[in-house]
């Protein structure tokens, strides 16, 4: 089973990725998380991957600067080296990248580097259960 069928059996074929300009303010950032009930997004400029924000990257922001946040914009927080997974790439190897990087969100990205979806530990896990128990 690749990440292609994970995207597949995700987005039933709409194919669409939700995602944020690194200048947007980091409340518009957890409005769409919120909005889409997703725990992190990726930061896109220019057609280009650039970062990932996620929920946690907002609460421990909070926690150290909770008056300053309504200000800030994503790019202060995201994550800006993204490891990345390619819809070919077998499960077996997403999975202990994940494992290993500490990872529970990939963007997933084509030959051109354009993100075309985004997976979780939790849409790999369930993947890799049901090919086991087939």
């Known amino acids: 089973m690749t990440v292609r069928s994970?995207?597949?059996a995700k987005t039933k074929g709409t194919g669409e990725v939700v995602s944020i300009r690194p200048d947007a303010l980091v409340t518009e950032a957890a409005q769409l998380l919120a909005r889409h009930r997703i725990g992190a997004v990726p930061v896109i400029e220019a057609g280009h991957l650039v970062g990932i924000l996620s929920e946690?990257?907002?609460?421990r922001a909070l926690a150290h600067s909770p008056e300053s946040l309504g200000k800030t914009r994503v790019r202060a927080l995201m994550t800006p080296e993204?490891?990345?997974?390619?819809?070919?790439?077998?499960?077996?190897?997403v999975l202990e990248l994940m494992s290993t990087k500490r990872i529970r969100h990939l963007?997933?990205?084509?030959?051109?580097?354009v993100v075309?979806?985004?997976v979780t530990l939790g849409d790999v896990a369930w993947a890799r259960e049901r090919e086991l128990e087939s």
Do not use: Q, S
């Not at 946690?56 to 609460?59: P, Q």
């Not at 990345?84 to 499960?91: G, S």
């Not at 997933?108 to 580097?113: A, E, L, N």
């Open 56 to 59: 946690r990257d907002i609460v």
């Open 82 to 93: 993204v490891f990345v997974a390619r819809e070919t790439d077998a499960l077996d190897a």
């Open 107 to 113: 963007p997933v990205v084509d030959r051109d580097g």
């Open 116 to 118: 075309i979806g985004i």
């Open 6 to 8: 994970v995207l597949d």
